[in-house]
């Protein structure tokens, strides 16, 4: 399985999990959420909006443009902040987590 394969298995795992905890919106926020400045949007969406609308967008965007990969990712990090205390989201901290450890380890990254 090359990169784009495993990052759009990413994206789909993600959005799984997403549906199961009933955190998958139907409609996207307004358009002015996507204008922040601030990492992950954090003034502007929910972590779970974040997650849909940007980082899932961008994933995709990039699996199918066979775009660049960032850099570096630190989504788990971020998730364990947002999510704790919410056990049900541990498989999606894990989740993100294996996400994070396959961007960083891509070759570009080396």
Not at 30 to 42: D, E, H, L, T, Y
């Amino acid at each position: 399985m090359d990169a784009y394969q495993s990052a759009a298995s990413y994206a789909d795992r993600i959005e799984q999990e997403l549906r199961g905890l009933n955190a998958w919106q139907a409609e996207p926020p307004p358009a002015a959420a996507f204008q922040s400045k601030r990492a992950f949007f954090g003034d502007t969406m929910s972590f779970y909006q974040w997650l849909q609308w940007v980082l899932l967008a961008r994933i995709r965007d990039v699996v199918q443009s066979r775009g660049a990969f960032p850099a570096h990712s630190s989504v788990a990090a971020y998730a364990v902040r947002e999510l704790d205390g919410y056990d049900e989201a541990n498989p999606l901290i894990s989740l993100l987590s294996e996400f994070d450890a396959f961007i960083e380890r891509l070759p570009h990254n080396r």
